[in-house]
């Protein structure tokens, strides 16, 4: 196809000009705009050859990644000469220090932070994972990191649709386990919310489209039900001179998805579809006692639900987060959630980080360097392993908040579940590290209790107390894990060193020459992963030293001497090994779709017909999961490099097992009719039965061997015709 580069050209140049219009909050003066300009000509020089997979020039890529900087997340100038430049030190001839020498040493910084990682990385270890602890390091220095590469990675997913099946299924589950989250904490809703999603959308095409498709259908009842309910709360609030603005604000796509799955209900029975949301406009030291009379005006029409009252204006959330909310019940006997806050709290939930420097007075420490600061000091010093890193981190960044105080009144903000350990913790590392127990409301409780909201709390210490290891057992926050995993590493090296020591002294007792010997067998024998590991184990006691009498040095490695009784042993353990036997092949997998050997993930048990992909285990091959997994955004964001593409070809005979959970109303003789239909019309095998009854209805789970997901569908339609079963819906596992 004959493309007019002429043509091209000038709506790229329309594409720039959208973008400096949309940037308000950057400055508008002349040597400003120069240097933003200057920042579009370099990129659009650097990416002139480059084409993305969609056969679009490259350069709307990070004129679209600017404007999302600009326009709704609200950053200046520096933010957007980053955004346009964002891939060239990585995709480019162009270097940092050329972004340094044109632009300056904050733009150095910044692209720094956002280039990926480049170069040999350790094959164990998960690509995004060593990013994403990149993009930490950096974040603790310049926040704008990671918006940037937030609004980079919303503008790859906006245009996800171009790229290949397993691409897509990647890069949606990264999102969820790490984008999301953060955008989350801070404080970037909007952001958080398209990202959840698209990365569904991607992930579960049919069920985004059908929840869509249904929120489409009932809109113009909530529209009426919204005004119907908004009423008499506008004319009050008009009447006591209030200027406000009030929505209904529909709930996610990925919320509602979310709130199904956990609860096992249809979309019908999702009440809180949407909140109603007052935004007032209010001067900042009139802000509290506003938003309260706006939430006394509305329970004075609607009754409240005590329980469900959030104040979020007196203990703002760690993100910034301030509003009031309440759920109250409606004319039409539905509870509605009802959102008081001010323009500033709306725009600081909109938009999070940057508006909350728009609003920053004087040098007040808000949550936000709060945050950064725990950060910093979390990956001072940190030789965590990656994913340790991600995982122990991501626990901080979704969690809802409980506020807990000390014997002084001091408030500390800390994670739903988390424990008195994890108080000590927050309060000092020193506290945690010699903590040996708690006192809350002024009784002495166990480390592990989880504490609640309002909860007191006086740390009991002991200079002779060290981290131990169950404390990982129960602790939630990262500080916490963080400093107890490092204490517990620092004192196995301590005891490595001793049984390094005691391990040469036997070698030179037993007049074997260590020096140049490899311990590779000896570690293998002893199943310890590393030499760290097999001189901890010797230190305590694990290995006994007058085990090496077995072993001899041959070709300058230590090895197992092979004496008679030795052979034996090593011949017996060969038979008892059980022989794997092959499975049938009706699965191709990897790029060239090979018949490989693999087996089904317990976790989802996949049957043919179910969009599946492998995994390549450590210990047992590949393993088949089902896309909608429990386990694949984890699998597949944090070990991208072990997932291959996996397809089923074509029906095969071969049965597989899965389940269906069947609820009723308890006719006589239904588990008869259900059982027949199973048995006599379908000809399907059913591995057990299970039925209960209670108050009129039942309930039951049946396994059945099927062949493939057509067969599956077959089957619940003729269950679905048995008279008095209401409900049918298959279960993993």
């Not at 709360?233 to 919320?255: A, C, H």
């Not at 609860?263 to 006692?289: C, Q, T």
């Amino acid at each position: 196809m004959q493309i007019d580069l002429e043509k091209e050209k000038k709506e790229i140049d329309e594409a720039f000009k959208g973008l400096m219009k949309s940037a308000t909050y950057s400055k508008k003066d002349a040597a400003t705009k120069k240097r933003i300009k200057k920042a579009f000509e370099v990129a659009y020089d650097a990416h002139k050859d480059i084409r993305r997979k969609s056969g679009e020039p490259y350069i709307y890529h990070p004129i679209a990644v600017a404007r999302i900087c600009a326009e709704e997340i609200g950053l200046g100038a520096t933010s957007i000469i980053c955004a346009l430049l964002h891939d060239t030190v990585e995709d480019t001839e162009l270097t940092i220090e050329d972004v340094r020498n044109l632009f300056g040493d904050k733009e150095a910084q910044i692209i720094e932070g956002l280039t990926k990682i480049s170069g040999v990385v350790d094959a164990t270890v998960s690509l995004q994972a060593e990013n994403f602890k990149k993009i930490l390091l950096t974040l603790a220095e310049d926040v704008r990191v990671i918006l940037i590469k937030l609004a980079d990675r919303l503008h790859n997913m906006r245009t996800i649709g171009s790229m290949r099946r397993d691409k897509q299924l990647k890069i949606a589950s990264e999102t969820l386990f790490l984008y999301a989250p953060l955008a989350h904490r801070l404080g970037l809703h909007s952001i958080k919310s398209e990202l959840e999603d698209l990365s569904l959308k991607c992930q579960e095409p049919e069920m985004f489209h059908e929840i869509e498709s249904k929120l489409k259908k009932s809109q113009e009842v909530r529209t009426r039900f919204i005004n119907h309910f908004s009423l008499p709360i506008r004319k009050t609030l008009e009447e006591k001179g209030f200027e406000f603005e009030m929505k209904g604000r529909p709930k996610s796509i990925y919320s509602i998805w979310n709130k199904m799955n956990k609860k096992g209900i249809p979309f019908e029975e999702v009440y809180d579809l949407f909140a109603v949301r007052i935004i007032i406009d209010s001067k900042p030291e009139n802000e509290k006692s506003d938003c309260w009379q706006v939430y006394s005006i509305v329970t004075d029409f609607y009754q409240p639900n005590i329980e469900r009252l959030r104040d979020w204006i007196s203990a703002p959330k760690a993100n910034g987060y301030e509003s009031l909310h309440t759920t109250v019940m409606s004319p039409t006997g539905k509870w509605v959630e009802v959102q008081i806050r001010t323009k500033r709290m709306d725009e600081i939930a909109e938009m999070g980080f940057a508006a909350h420097w728009k609003y920053k007075e004087g040098s007040v420490e808000s949550q936000y360097d709060k945050w950064i600061k725990q950060i910093r000091e979390l990956i001072e010093n940190n030789d965590a392993n990656a994913l340790d890193l991600v995982d122990d981190f991501k626990l901080d960044l979704f969690s809802d908040e409980i506020y807990v105080y000390t014997p002084e009144g001091e408030m500390k903000n800390l994670p739903i579940g988390a424990s008195a350990l994890d108080f000590a913790f927050a309060v000092h590392s020193e506290i945690g590290a010699h903590c040996i127990g708690a006192k809350v409301n002024n009784k002495l409780v166990p480390l592990s209790i989880a504490l609640k909201s309002g909860d007191q709390v006086e740390i009991l210490t002991s200079k002779n107390q060290k981290p131990k290891e169950d404390w990982l057992n129960f602790v939630k926050t990262h500080r916490a894990k963080s400093k107890i995993k490092s204490s517990l590493k620092e004192e196995k090296r301590e005891l490595a060193i001793i049984g390094k020591a005691m391990l040469e002294k036997e070698f030179k007792r037993l007049d074997i020459s260590h020096q140049n010997i490899s311990l590779k067998e000896l570690k293998k024998h002893f199943k310890a992963p590393s030499s760290l590991d097999l001189y901890f184990k010797i230190a305590t006691e694990e290995i006994k030293l007058n085990q090496l009498r077995d072993f001899e040095v041959k070709h300058g490695s230590l090895r197992f001497k092979r004496t008679i009784p030795n052979r034996l042993k090593n011949y017996f353990e060969r038979k008892k090994a059980p022989k794997t036997e092959k499975k049938e092949e009706i699965l191709v997998i990897g790029d060239n779709m090979e018949k490989l050997d693999y087996s089904l993930a317990n976790c989802c048990n996949p049957i043919p017909g179910d969009e599946v992909f492998g995994f390549i285990t450590v210990a047992e091959g590949i393993k088949i999961h089902k896309v909608s997994c429990p386990n694949a955004v984890q699998l597949m964001s944090n070990y991208a490099y072990r997932v291959i593409k996996a397809r089923w070809i074509e029906k095969d005979k071969m049965d597989f097992l899965t389940g269906l959970k069947i609820i009723g109303i308890d006719n006589v003789g239904i588990v008869n009719n259900i059982t027949q239909v199973v048995s006599n019309e379908l000809h399907v095998n059913m591995r057990s039965i299970k039925f209960e009854s209670y108050d009129g209805i039942f309930e039951g789970t049946i396994m059945v061997f099927v062949q493939n997901t057509l067969h599956l569908e077959n089957l619940i339609k003729n269950l679905k015709k048995v008279e008095g079963v209401t409900k049918i819906e298959r279960i993993d596992n």
